[in-house]
């Protein structure tokens, strides 16, 4: 979990939802607001050359593993999670920081199949993301391994 300025924490895939100290429809209200708010920015800051609203602002691409984590959950993609113990317990995105790149995964328990899922769940994850003016590109590594990895387009 990742606090911001306001405190307000990001779903990345590495929470135990017990920790998140929110209610699920309190929390799908903050998110939408919260998104509504980076809508708001982008109209107030970015260039108007017509794509204002259509590619990440400057706040965006300074934190965007928050950018990213709060886009997929407004788009109702299902977020990993972990127990107190630190076990996946849940199968759906993880978004991390890898060597200054954001990366998204699509994770899940052992035994729980998320290796079938993990390009479809992806793909859902770059079409949300595209929307949102993200640039996605697809890699696969071994042993079926499967990852998103998302920037801001160029300035």
Known sequence: MTDGPAGFPVITGDECPSNLGIGAENRTVTVRQAM???????????????????????????????????????????????DADGRRTATGYR?????????????????????????D???????????????TLEYRGARRHRWLEVEAPPP
């Open 95 to 119: 978004v991390r920081l890898e060597n200054g790149v954001v990366r998204v995964e699509w994770a899940g328990p052992p035994g729980s199949g998320a290796v079938y899922l993990q390009h």
């Open 121 to 135: 769940g992806l793909q859902r994850c770059a079409r949300a993301l595209q929307d949102l003016g993200w640039q």
């Open 36 to 82: 509504a708010g980076l809508r708001q920015m982008r109209e107030i800051t970015n260039p108007s050359a017509g794509r204002a609203v259509s590619v990440p602002a400057e706040w965006e691409r300074l934190q965007p593993l928050r950018a990213i984590a709060l886009g997929l959950e407004e788009a109702g993609i299902p977020a990993s999670a972990l």
